[in-house]
């Protein structure tokens, strides 16, 4: 039985096949290439059957997909950002001190997971945590530098931390 709110099957069929093909030109447009324009147009249209919307596709369908589509897109590019800069360190490591491809695969993981949690915490956690671990500055750095009270700063580093371990338990194994 679909989700209360979902469309039905036979809806998302119809809009399948009326505007696949439009939508996947339109992603290959934004992505440069039809592999990952086929992946996203067929990830668009899982998300409109498991989507608990409200409305449907109503008069305007394309807007709709492009709404869903457009935050696959950014998804897309932030993972590929993300692995890129991945890739970048470990092409400076020597060789026989790089991760094999299932270690990469996994950490790769890992890294999504982690990153999914940092930017699903307000603003201020993140930042304070970006500051400590990828500055290097200490809690009491931060206070100062944010004009905080150490115990503000401790607190949003116990939430940042917390969420990245649960995103890290959840992606293992």
């Known amino acids: 039985m679909p989700p209360p709110d979902s469309l039905p099957i036979d809806s998302v069929t119809k809009?399948?096949?009326?505007?696949?093909?439009?939508?996947?030109?339109?992603l290959r447009k934004k992505l440069g290439n039809?592999?990952?324009a086929a992946d996203l147009a067929h990830d668009t249209f899982v998300r409109l059957m498991a989507g608990r919307r409200k409305e449907s596709a109503g008069a305007e369908p394309r807007?709709?997909?492009?709404?869903?589509?457009?935050g696959l897109v950014v998804d897309h590019w932030?993972?590929?950002a993300l692995e890129d800069a991945y890739l970048a360190v470990l092409a400076q490591l020597p060789a026989p001190e790089a991760p094999s491809p299932q270690a990469r695969a996994l950490i790769l993981e890992t890294l999504h997971?982690?990153?999914?949690?940092?930017?699903?915490?307000?603003?201020?956690?993140?930042?304070?945590?970006?500051?400590?671990?990828?500055?290097?500055?200490?809690?009491?750095?931060i206070a100062q530098s944010q004009r905080l009270s150490l115990s503000t700063v401790k607190?949003?580093?116990?939430?940042?931390?917390?969420?990245?371990?649960?995103?890290?338990?959840?992606?293992?194994?």
Not at 15 to 26: A, E, G, I, K
Request: with cysteine.
């Open 78 to 80: 932030r993972r590929r």
């Open 15 to 26: 809009l399948y096949r009326d505007h696949h093909s439009w939508l996947s030109v339109w």
């Open 113 to 141: 997971a982690i990153d999914a949690a940092l930017r699903s915490l307000p603003a201020r956690t993140r930042e304070i945590f970006l500051l400590s671990q990828f500055d290097g500055m200490g809690y009491a750095q």
């Open 155 to 173: 607190r949003h580093m116990q939430t940042a931390l917390t969420a990245c371990l649960i995103a890290y338990q959840a992606d293992t194994p």
């Open 34 to 36: 039809s592999f990952d």
């Open 63 to 70: 807007a709709l997909l492009t709404h869903i589509a457009k």
